[in-house]
């Protein structure tokens, strides 16, 4: 399957737009258009959410490594940000990195896998349902994972040093801050593979056009034939 880069995209609407007269009274820069990517992508994919309920596998991202750290907690209270708490020994684990905010499912943020890098899934909770998971009877030593202030928290993961998950994030350049540690090259950048479905990309395109830089007149021949497309003052080269 052939892939579109964020990269990629930018570049096309930047072409186009380099030959038109464009409204806008300050210069279009690159962070400006990826901006518009982004919501575009999200908004196109709420609405597929709300007609289909299951997410088209091309939007996900993969982050198969998230080191995780040990902070201490006060008794048998699972809240280690809980005000006055003391050093009991007790500790909880979670990730080190904020995890990039996800476009919500129906169920459980916007992850479709919490596990290990081994592939063993771990079970996702509410936060507020953390705080009663020792008094259950069948399950109160089960490995468990909770989202709170955009970090991961697993409780009874003893034997758990890294997570894997799978998700739909709102941001998907948010991705980059994590690391391969066998290649130290982010999991994802500009020129990776931009995860909407392709048939989507000239929708996108199209909205920018129209409607956030109001092209008047579609990229013309170069008449100058001087490779810069007619470019106008308020586009960025």
Excluded: C
Excluded at 56 to 75: A, R
Aim: net charge negative; proline share 8%; hydrophobic share 30%.
């Amino acid at each position: 399957m052939k892939f579109t880069t964020l990269n990629t995209i930018i570049n096309d609407v930047l072409s186009i737009a380099r030959g038109a007269i464009v409204s806008q009274s300050e210069p279009i820069s690159r962070k400006q258009i990826e901006d518009w990517i982004h919501q575009y992508r999200s908004l196109f994919l709420r609405r597929e959410l709300d007609e289909l309920k299951i997410p088209n596998p091309d939007y996900i991202q993969d982050i198969p490594f998230i080191e995780l750290e040990e902070i201490p907690v006060e008794g048998d209270t699972l809240d280690p940000t809980y005000i006055g708490y003391t050093l009991s020994g007790n500790t909880v684990k979670r990730s080190k990195l904020e995890i990039p905010k996800t476009i919500n499912l129906s169920l459980k943020q916007g992850f479709t896998f919490i596990g290990t890098p081994e592939g063993i899934e771990i079970q996702y909770i509410p936060e507020q349902r953390s705080q009663w998971q020792s008094y259950k009877k069948y399950t109160p030593t089960s490995p468990l994972v909770y989202l709170k202030n955009n970090k991961l928290y697993v409780i009874n993961g003893d034997s758990i040093t890294h997570l894997h998950i799978r998700g739909i994030f709102e941001i998907p350049t948010e991705v980059s801050r994590f690391v391969n540690p066998a290649t130290s090259i982010p999991y994802h950048n500009i020129d990776s593979p931009y995860p909407i479905p392709n048939n989507l990309i000239p929708t996108i395109k199209d909205q920018i056009l129209n409607k956030e830089l109001r092209i008047e007149i579609s990229a013309p021949s170069d008449t100058k034939n001087d490779s810069s497309h007619g470019l106008s003052q308020n586009v960025e080269k």
